[in-house]
């Protein structure tokens, strides 16, 4: 924030209509208005009594009494377990302290202290005391008054305040104080519905918070000031003396965890002479007739794989008070070509409306790009926010869905799971039987760090690199096998959770036919040997219960090294039958265990199986090839000489001919599949 300053007959050249020679203050003697600072909070629940007490103060005395009320203190806390409702702030601690309270609610007057009235011998006043002390302020005549406006354009605030001396103050430094308040946040507040049942917005309690509070409407909210306790120094303090200020506030997405709503701020400006505040004034903000904004980008959004077909999509926003329709709506990618279509709808104001363009893009190509999104009102009063931009990476995809044939008989390299995912991958069924919460890691940064689960979709290329020279890893070491995502498992027992690890992840079933000699093959590592090596455990069964899984690999468990290492076990004792496999990792509060890569493949077999009298004539000059079996055939299958598979075919009959013309002249493995088997033999087609 920036802030000038103007000498009494100095003009202020600015864009504002607002701003100029002629001012906001009365130059007439008047007293003063009284400003009401109140400590309150949540958990307080008398303070909606205060409430009531000071809006009836208020209404009794229009543009007289003002009130500011802030959260501080151990009942200032926000109840609601997810958050969104932290009111305190340092500026609300140091204003309980000044007061002197020793418990909400209270309030200062002026920050007068009124001796017989005072909580503790300072300004803080319990609320049976206000109306009193209000009323002897609004009697005592002011030296100075304060006259304030502000207008908000984008979230950029501008605040102009002028004071007149209508006699001199026995200081020969005052001080200005600017505050911000926000108005209209709803929340938990103790004893609402008892005491001021006017600010409640639920018919019933809120489950959700702490102890069961209803929805609140939290007014006159401190959030800042503008230049802290200390305010602003005026040093010119005599009779005639004319102040006149500007200043200039971004106001924030958010106040520690509440948004802020640009439609709801409040600013108060008093001049305080000693400890006292001698006068002051509140005002809401005023808004710009017509002021669109483009809010967001959101799609696209983050470093990932993207399509040719790519729709770009924003969100629009009116932050002037008059609704907007009927504008035009740009984006440009790369300093290219600007793509113009038209918003034919319209937004109220302080509302948001999501805008799809229907031109996409192709962000297939992998790289780095840069969107920028622009608006086009005509009558719009600020630029300043007509644009928005985003950069993002687009990174090389796996093929997807990934697609294979024997001898491989099932296969998974993790390029086709969604990136950084804890749950629903794919057809994996997932076991978490320790609980515990997973390491992070300093040296890189990702998505679901920390996370509780079992594996880990881990994408490299979105990852961060966050190694620095002391790091215990490089960023290389994280890398997967091969591609850019592995199935990941990080060590359990941060922040006191279990450990050791106790994880299964099973994989989809698929059935061991058409191959001889069937093997799962797989590739892991640990990210390094600071905290011991990995351990895991490979298991076959036939269902998602792990208890079913026998354990095919050797010794207790294997550790991994830490480079790629590829393991390899021998299925054959099931071939023919529908298996899953088993990972299960048990590191014992080590870090990261990598694995990739994971496929089951055998050897095409050429041999009779146990078709029942299965026969089959190759006919030469029709390129067909005619089968019979005194049982159901299922299914044929033709591979060529590299693996590939080249033909399919359903039959469900006993007798069936298929037209190979398409087949090329070439040696081919066929295997057709019956209802007790599968028989296999090559085939010269010429």
């Known amino acids: 924030m920036k802030k000038q300053y103007i000498l009494l007959f100095t003009f202020l050249l600015s864009s504002l209509g607002y701003i100029s020679a002629q001012t906001i203050v009365s130059t007439s003697s008047e007293n003063k208005n009284a400003i009401v600072e109140e400590s309150t909070a949540i958990h307080c ?42 009111f305190n702030n340092a500026l609300a601690n140091q204003l309980g302290n000044m007061a002197a309270a020793n418990g909400q609610p209270s309030a200062s007057v002026n920050r007068q202290v009124f001796s017989n009235l005072s909580m503790t011998g300072g300004t803080a006043m319990s609320r049976s005391y206000w109306s009193t002390a209000i009323s002897q302020v609004l009697q005592e005549s002011a030296y100075v008054n304060v006259g304030l406006e502000a207008e908000l354009a984008g979230n950029v605030l501008t605040i102009h305040v002028e004071a007149y001396y209508t006699a001199s103050s026995p200081e020969s430094t005052n001080y200005l104080h600017v505050v911000l308040m926000q108005d209209e946040t709803v929340g938990p507040q103790l004893g609402a519905n008892d005491f001021n049942p006017s600010y409640v917005v ?67 400006a008093f001049v305080t002479g000693g400890d006292e505040i001698i006068n002051g004034y509140k005002v809401p903000v005023s808004y710009l007739d017509y002021d669109v904004a483009v809010a967001s980008i959101d799609s696209p959004s983050g470093n990932g794989v993207y399509s040719d077909n790519e729709n770009i999509v924003v969100t629009l926003e009116n932050l002037g008070e008059n609704t907007v329709s009927n504008f035009d709506v740009s984006y440009q990618v790369n300093g290219g070509n600007t793509v113009t279509e038209s918003f034919t709808g319209s937004i109220a104001f302080n509302e948001t409306s999501q805008f799809t363009f229907y031109a996409t893009y192709d962000f297939s190509t992998p790289g780095d790009y840069e969107i920028v999104a622009s608006t086009s009102l005509t009558s719009d009063e600020n630029n300043s926010n007509d644009s928005s931009s985003t950069s993002f990476t687009s990174i090389v995809g796996g093929d997807c869905p990934d697609e294979y044939s024997l001898p491989i008989v099932w296969r998974d390299n993790f390029e086709c799971h969604t990136e950084f995912a804890i749950s629903n991958i794919g ?70 959770t279990t450990f050791p690890n106790d994880d299964w992840m099973i994989s989809p079933e698929f059935t061991l036919n058409g191959v001889t000699s069937p093997t799962f093959s797989m590739w892991a590592k640990s990210v390094t040997a600071q905290y011991g090596l990995e351990r895991f455990q490979v298991g076959v069964g036939n269902s998602t219960d792990y ?73 030469v000059s029709s390129k067909t090839l005619e089968m019979t079996s005194d049982e159901t055939l299922r299914k044929i299958q033709i591979f060529n000489i590299l693996g590939q598979k080249v033909f399919e075919e359903n039959i469900n009959s006993n007798v069936h001919t298929s037209n190979l013309r398409d087949l090329g002249a070439s040696i081919y493995i066929i295997n057709v599949e019956g209802t007790t088997g599968v028989r296999s033999f090559k085939l010269l087609i010429q």
């Open 45 to 86: 629940s008398y303070c909606p009594d205060g409430h009531y007490m000071l809006n009836q103060i208020v209404d009794q005395n229009p543009n007289d009494v003002f009130v500011i009320k802030f959260h501080e203190g151990g009942y200032a806390w926000d109840c609601d377990p997810n958050g969104g409702h932290d």
């Open 202 to 268: 639920s018919s019933t309690p809120n489950s959700n918070y702490g102890h069961n509070e209803y929805d609140y409407r939290h007014m006159d909210r401190l959030v800042d000031m503008v230049d802290g306790i200390s305010g602003d120094a005026i040093t010119t303090t005599s009779t005639g003396s004319f102040i006149d200020r500007t200043y200039t506030y971004t106001l924030p997405e958010m106040y520690n965890d509440v948004p802020v709503d640009l439609a709801e701020i409040e600013v108060a």
């Open 427 to 496: 057809d994996w069924v997932i076991h978490d039987l320790e609980g515990g919460q997973t390491w992070g890691a300093n040296d890189i940064g990702y998505t679901n760090e920390g996370y509780f689960g079992s594996g880990i979709i881990y994408n490299h290329a979105l990852a961060s690199d966050e190694t620095t020279a002391a790091s215990l890893t490089s960023f290389d070491d994280w890398a997967p096998y091969e591609g850019n995502q592995g199935l990941y498992f990080f060590a359990s027992g941060a922040n006191s």
């Open 547 to 619: 208890n079913d899984f026998t354990i095919i690999s050797s010794g207790a468990y294997i550790e991994a090294p830490t480079d790629w290492t590829q393991y390899q076990f021998d299925l054959s004792q099931y071939e023919g039958q529908t298996i899953r496999i088993a990972i299960h990792y048990i590191g014992n509060d080590s870090f990261v265990l990598q694995t990739d890569s994971y496929t089951v493949d055998g050897t095409l077999g050429i041999g009779d199986s146990e078709i029942n009298n299965f026969e089959y004539f190759y006919n």
